[in-house]
């Protein structure tokens, strides 16, 4: 987080297991919990966006791609990552 950004104020229940979690690493890393929450946060946020930038590289591939077993492979992996399977 920039210097120039502003921060707000944000209330947020945890649940027993990970507030434990956080505190623990808080401890490690010897930063405070809501530094730990934060860093934590930032780090899904890029990963979601990680994420949604390969699914849509896959797409792509997918589309501009004439070999029936590399889609077959492509569509298998963009299912994957869609369902879970």
Not at 55 to 77: M, T, W
Request: glycine share 2%; aromatic share 4%.
């Amino acid at each position: 987080m920039s210097i120039a950004e502003k921060t707000v104020r944000q209330s947020v229940s945890l649940p027993a297991h990970v507030a434990r979690r956080v505190k623990s690493l808080a401890k490690i890393s010897s930063k405070s919990a809501n530094r730990i929450i934060v860093d934590l946060i930032e780090s899904g946020i890029e990963a979601r966006e990680r994420e949604r930038k390969r699914f849509f590289e896959l797409a792509d591939r997918l589309a501009r791609c004439s070999n029936a077993e590399e889609q077959k492979r492509l569509k298998e992996e963009l299912a994957r990552m869609t369902f879970g399977e």
